[in-house]
């Protein structure tokens, strides 16, 4: 019984001024539990949400069942959710506060005499691979008196089954165990390995768990049964419905309550829930003579999801400090930039790494093999392509910014694959499979050709990690492969053929400008290859190669009508955002001349819209990304802020309520349809130059 089930709740956001604080602003999407591509879960802001108004989602949109009531002297309040209880009787909290930092997000909300505190972390461990391959996220709920007084509470929460599958009229099982954990498990009956639907994954578990402590009771079965216990009885009567069925059907969901206490003034500790996914095998992965399943790092560590739940919410408290440490170094080295550009990087750190599995294989005696990692990325919601070269290279910086080796281990893939010999093409190849979580690859060399743009991404990527680790290790093992990508670089990039860039929503185009930096800086950075591998024959060769073509490209490239670079060669009108620069920038190459960069530091701000600067001539949207790129690009800190604030603008303008979308219009502010994407890694920029 989901009253709001089916409520276009977006209808209503666009109206609504919200009337608490936010630090540091308001976005159009907030992260709530954001660990994995398959535990993405989301409040949809719009342009004024609070936490208790509307259902959280799945990144795509799709609801998940989250809800929470707190009692406060026999009265209840609903803090979390939108739900509907018939013959119950509860009032909504009122929001006061909410913040985010990179790893947290935060909201205070008022029940009467009682504050509470509702604190959603999704830990950011980028050098500790157990920590991060975990697929959990934490909710701790505290109160504190506000009224001088002492008050009796109690704190609920339940996830629903929605949190197992892309469709709710399918059949799902569960169980519940009571140790030192109490834990609802949830899984569909006929699970599908490897499958989707709707972008969710279709087997494995959903757990959600608490301490079991002397104050705490459990409950599963309709939501407006067990939500009405509570709300009723301030206790769940620690009873399991047996009744399996579809997840739509009469709702069942999965409680768990705390008796707190008398609380004070000084805030209570906090209860604390886990809620997370696993399934196992995480990926399918091609190797040369067949398939490899993978699973996920953590599995070296832990024999059973009991285990690692009971870790897990043990650790909380080191957690919390080590999350507050990462988000203050953080905040702290992009406030260097401008206090916008923070809030920026805050909001995209979460939803970037939240793409990304870490994995392991098993040796023939079934032991893990925790040599042997691969990181691999979902392309979420453009196309759900596994490792696209092109998605990785926009959220390049991340890695960098966090741990290196995370970029070696998505790069390990890909070269391994194409060292197979299974790929026929001579260039490199788009992505390692076209739907997560199978990485097939694509033997039939029939994957979407962007043949400069990823031969260019790889050698940038693959130096770049060189350069910021000190470990040439790649570079040995690979240096044939990049040295054939570059061979198609010199025959192929100064004056590319016609065809699609990373860009590839704009559509083909022969002899652009920006994919022929792309292509320089490819070939530029295969000499520094050689030099680091002590080949200084070809070295100085593709050295020279690649200084001749920015010469000849000066004169294809360079406007004749105005001091700006042009889109396509010959196309005097025309321009774009050359953020391939950035690449120049980031290898230290140098190969580029300053002039380049004067005449687009003047060029940018005439031709800024409300919202930015356009891609390119040929529309008025723009992305986000390539607006953070461009702005690294830039001579004085006008210019760059041009960008900067154009994107802190769009995040922050209520125009949609999708996670963290990267493409826009620049004049009306209305998203183009990606969202959550893990390309916001490139906002990251700044901080690695």
């Given at each position: 019984m989901r009253f709001l089930h089916h409520?276009?709740?977006?209808?209503?956001?666009?109206?609504?001024?919200?009337?608490?604080?936010?630090?540091?602003?308001?976005?159009?999407?907030?992260?709530?539990?954001?660990?994995?591509?398959?535990?993405?879960?989301?409040?949809?802001?719009g342009s004024g949400a609070a936490l208790n108004s509307v259902w959280p989602e799945f990144w795509t949109g799709s609801i998940l069942g989250w809800a929470g009531f707190v009692k406060v002297d026999g009265v209840a309040y609903s803090f979390l959710g939108a739900p509907a209880v018939s013959g119950s009787t509860f009032t909504q909290a009122t929001q006061q506060s909410f913040s985010f930092t990179s790893t947290q997000s935060t909201f205070v909300l008022s029940a009467g005499p009682i504050d509470v505190t509702v604190n959603f972390l999704s830990s950011v461990e980028p050098t500790d691979l157990v920590k991060q391959s975990i697929p959990?996220?934490?909710?701790?709920?505290?109160?504190?008196?506000?009224?001088?007084?002492?008050?009796?509470?109690?704190?609920?929460?339940?996830?629903?089954?929605?949190?197992?599958?892309g469709d709710d009229s399918l059949t799902v099982n569960w169980t519940t165990t009571t140790g030192d954990i109490l834990t609802h498990q949830v899984q569909l009956t006929s699970p599908t390995v490897y499958g989707e639907s709707s972008d969710h994954t279709q087997y494995g578990s959903a757990f959600y768990s608490t301490p079991n402590t002397v104050s705490a009771t459990y409950q599963s079965g309709q939501d407006i049964v067990v939500r009405a216990q509570f709300i009723n009885n301030g206790v769940l009567a620690n009873t399991q419905d047996t009744n399996f069925?579809?997840?739509?059907?009469?709702?069942?969901?999965?409680?768990?309550?705390?008796?707190?206490?008398?609380?004070?003034?000084?805030?209570?500790?906090?209860?604390?829930?886990?809620?997370?996914?696993?399934?196992?095998?995480?990926?399918?992965?091609?190797?040369?003579?067949?398939?490899?399943?993978?699973?996920?790092?953590?599995?070296?560590?832990?024999?059973?999801?009991?285990?690692?739940?009971?870790?897990?919410?043990?650790?909380?408290s080191a957690a919390v400090t080590r999350a507050n440490t990462f988000d203050a170094k953080v905040q702290s080295d992009a406030s260097a930039i401008s206090t916008e550009y923070a809030g920026i990087v805050a909001l995209s750190v979460r939803q970037s790494l939240g793409a990304n599995e870490i994995t392991i294989s098993k040796e023939t005696s079934g032991t893990w093999n925790t040599s042997d990692v691969l990181v691999f990325l979902k392309e979420i919601s453009s196309d759900g392509?596994?490792?696209?070269?092109?998605?990785?290279?926009?959220?390049?910086?991340?890695y960098l910014y966090t741990n290196p080796a995370l970029g070696k281990y998505l790069l390990e893939g890909l070269f391994r694959y194409q060292e197979t010999g299974l790929y026929p093409n001579k260039w490199s190849v788009h992505d390692l499979g076209a739907s997560y979580p199978k990485a097939l690859g694509h033997n039939d060399g029939g994957d979407e050709a962007m043949p400069v743009e990823e031969c260019g991404n790889m050698l940038m990527m693959a130096l770049s990690y060189a350069q910021k680790s000190g470990d040439n290790s790649q570079l040995e093992a690979y240096s044939n492969l990049l040295d054939q990508w570059t061979q198609y670089l010199i025959s192929d990039s100064l004056i590319p053929g016609n065809q699609i860039s990373t860009d590839d929503f704009a559509g083909s185009l022969a002899n652009q400008t920006n994919l022929a930096i792309k292509g320089i800086v490819g070939i530029k950075a295969m000499s520094e290859i050689w030099g680091i591998l002590g080949n200084t024959a070809q070295q100085s060769n593709y050295s020279s190669i690649a200084s001749t073509y920015v010469t000849k490209w000066q004169t294809f490239a360079t406007s004749t009508t105005g001091a700006h670079?042009?889109?396509d060669y010959n196309d005097e009108s025309s321009w774009g955002l050359s953020y391939n620069l950035f690449g120049d920038k980031l290898l230290g190459l140098n190969l580029f001349p300053a002039s380049v960069y004067d005449e687009q530091t003047a060029w940018y701000p005439t031709v800024d819209n409300s919202f930015g600067v356009p891609l390119d001539t040929r529309h008025t949207y723009t992305k986000t990304d390539w607006q953070i790129w461009t702005s690294t690009l830039m001579n004085n800190t006008a210019a760059r802020d041009i960008f900067i604030e154009a994107v802190y603008k769009w995040a922050s303008s209520g125009t949609n309520n999708a996670p963290f979308g990267d493409w826009y219009d620049t004049i009306a502010g209305a998203p183009e349809g990606f969202r959550a994407r893990p390309v916001v890694g490139g906002h990251l920029a700044h901080l690695v130059l």
């Open positions: 409520i276009p709740v977006f209808a209503f956001l666009l109206s609504a001024v919200h009337a608490w604080t936010s630090t540091p602003f308001n976005p159009p999407s907030i992260p709530l539990a954001v660990r994995t591509p398959y535990l993405s879960c989301w409040l949809p802001q959990f996220s934490y909710m701790a709920v505290s109160a504190a008196s506000t009224d001088g007084a002492t008050h009796s509470v109690q704190i609920y929460s339940d996830i629903s089954a929605e949190w197992v599958s069925r579809a997840v739509s059907n009469d709702w069942p969901v999965f409680g768990l309550a705390h008796n707190v206490g008398n609380v004070g003034s000084t805030a209570s500790t906090p209860v604390v829930y886990s809620v997370g996914h696993i399934r196992d095998p995480a990926l399918e992965y091609v190797v040369a003579g067949g398939t490899q399943a993978r699973s996920l790092y953590f599995w070296s560590k832990y024999s059973s999801p009991a285990a690692v739940i009971s870790e897990f919410l043990g650790d909380y392509n596994v490792n696209t070269v092109d998605v990785i290279n926009p959220a390049w910086p991340i670079l042009t889109l």
